[in-house]
Each structure stands twice: as structure tokens, then as C-alpha cells.
T-cell receptor
Framework: DTAVSQTPKYLVTQMGNDKSIKCEQNLGHDTMYWYKQDSKKFLKIMFSYNNKELIINETVPNRFSPKSPDKAHLNLHINSLELGDSAVYFC?????????????FGEGSWLTVV | KNQVEQSPQSLIILEGKNCTLQCNYTVSPFSNLRWYKQDTGRGPVSLTIMTFSENTKSNGRYTATLDADTKQSSLHITASQLSDSASYICVVSAYRGSTLGRLYFGRGTQLTVWP
């Protein structure tokens, strides 16, 4: 009965590899997000999708490409991984793109690039 | 520059004691302020959301206050429990009409409750 689930939880990979993190929400929400949390615990938004449409795209390298096959899924694909990509990536969702809506976070995916 | 500053960076208290965490922001125009709790190894969980017109909101032993004039918020935890040990993150949303404005995150206050 997990609300926002993301896989894998842990991922260790070599520089230059391509990897994907999957996210699914069963809350019926219209909006989904990807956040990155660095080693200093600072959360930063990367992307936001509303009904499969990209609405927020912060300054993120082109190596990061989100894919939303339907409004319940938002996957993150990363090409040519670099050491600096090591972080915790959180998927999240909210009912609609409304100012006061609660955002529900997944449990995070720990990515380590070696 | 839109920023959210939290203090203290870390805090250790004994079980049963109260504590107050601070959040100062410069985000403008302001829409709402949220407090999240993030347990180690978990995702953030929402505690409270306050808009401009609200100056206090409670969620169990957690009480958040907001002074929109001085752009300050506090999170007060009453009768702390070991399970309160976590990072508490202040998040301020910029106003963008009825849609979700950009969220600005603080770096969090790491609270440790000792028995």
C-alpha cells in the first residue's frame, strides 16, 4: 500500500554508465516530481510533470531525462554518469499543481557513482 | 535572492524536553511555508503547511508558527520522544497564482533526542 514507491533503493555504478530510477504513485495524483538531495542534505527540485506534461525543468544537465508514460509513473534516466551525480534522488507527487497541496515523497534512491 | 535559513544546524535534547527550531526566509512573493520531518534513510514527510493568513498550526506535539511580517517561522516540539530524532526541513513556496510556485528548501535542523 506504498503511496510513492521508487526503485532501486540503492544503486552503485561506474562512471560513464547509463542507469534508470523508476517511480510510481498510487495516490491518483496529477503531479509528480524528481528531487535531488546532496551530501549536505539539501533538497533541490529537478523536474516536475503534470499529467505527463513537463512543467518544471530546473538547470539539470541534458544527461538527465525524465519519462512519464502515464500520470502514475515518472522515471528518471541518467546517461554517462559522473561522480558528482552521487546523491539521493527522491520522487514525489501531489494532487494537482496547486500552491497549498501537500507533496508526498518516496523513500529515496541512493545513487553512488564510483 | 530567495533563501531559506534554518537554525540551529543540529540540536540534542533529552527525552521529554521541549525544543524550538527556527526558519527565516527571504522568499518573495510568499505563498506558503511547510515543515517536513525526514527520518534517516527515509523520504520527507509533511508536518504542517501554513499560508500567509495563518500564524499557527498544530499537528499533535508539533506546533508551527509563522510571522509573515518578519518572515520567520518556528517549529515547537513538545514532550520530545526518541522517535522525534530526525531532520526537520523548512520549505517556502513562492507565489505563482493558483499553481505551484517554486519551492525553496532549507538545509534542515538535525534533531537528536537522547533517553
Amino acid at each position: 500500500d506504498t503511496a510513492v514507491s521508487q526503485t532501486p533503493k540503492y544503486l552503485v555504478t561506474q562512471m560513464g554508465n547509463d542507469k534508470s530510477i523508476k517511480c510510481e504513485q498510487n495516490l491518483g495524483h496529477d503531479t509528480m516530481y524528481w528531487y535531488k538531495q546532496d551530501s549536505k542534505k539539501f533538497l533541490k527540485i529537478m523536474f516536475s510533470y503534470n499529467n505527463k506534461e513537463l512543467i518544471i525543468n530546473e538547470t539539470v544537465p541534458n544527461r538527465f531525462s525524465p519519462k512519464s508514460p502515464d500520470k502514475a509513473h515518472l522515471n528518471l534516466h541518467i546517461n554517462s554518469l559522473e561522480l558528482g551525480d552521487s546523491a539521493v534522488y527522491f520522487c514525489a507527487s501531489s494532487p494537482r499543481v496547486r500552491s497549498g497541496n501537500t507533496i508526498y515523497f518516496g523513500e529515496g534512491s541512493w545513487l553512488t557513482v564510483v | 535572492k530567495n533563501q531559506v535559513e534554518q537554525s540551529p544546524q543540529s540540536l540534542i535534547i533529552l527525552e521529554g524536553k521541549n525544543c524550538t527550531l527556527q526558519c527565516n526566509y527571504t522568499v518573495s512573493p510568499f505563498s506558503n511555508l511547510r515543515w517536513y520531518k525526514q527520518d534517516t534513510g527515509r523520504g520527507p514527510v509533511s508536518l504542517t503547511i501554513m499560508t500567509f493568513s495563518e500564524n499557527t498550526k498544530s499537528n499533535g506535539r508539533y506546533t508551527a508558527t509563522l510571522d509573515a511580517d518578519t518572515k520567520q517561522s518556528s517549529l515547537h516540539i513538545t514532550a520530545s520522544q526518541l522517535s522525534d530524532s530526525a531532520s526537520y526541513i523548512c520549505v517556502v513556496s513562492a507565489y505563482r497564482g493558483s499553481t505551484l510556485g517554486r519551492l525553496y528548501f532549507g538545509r534542515g535542523t538535525q534533531l537528536t533526542v537522547w533517553p
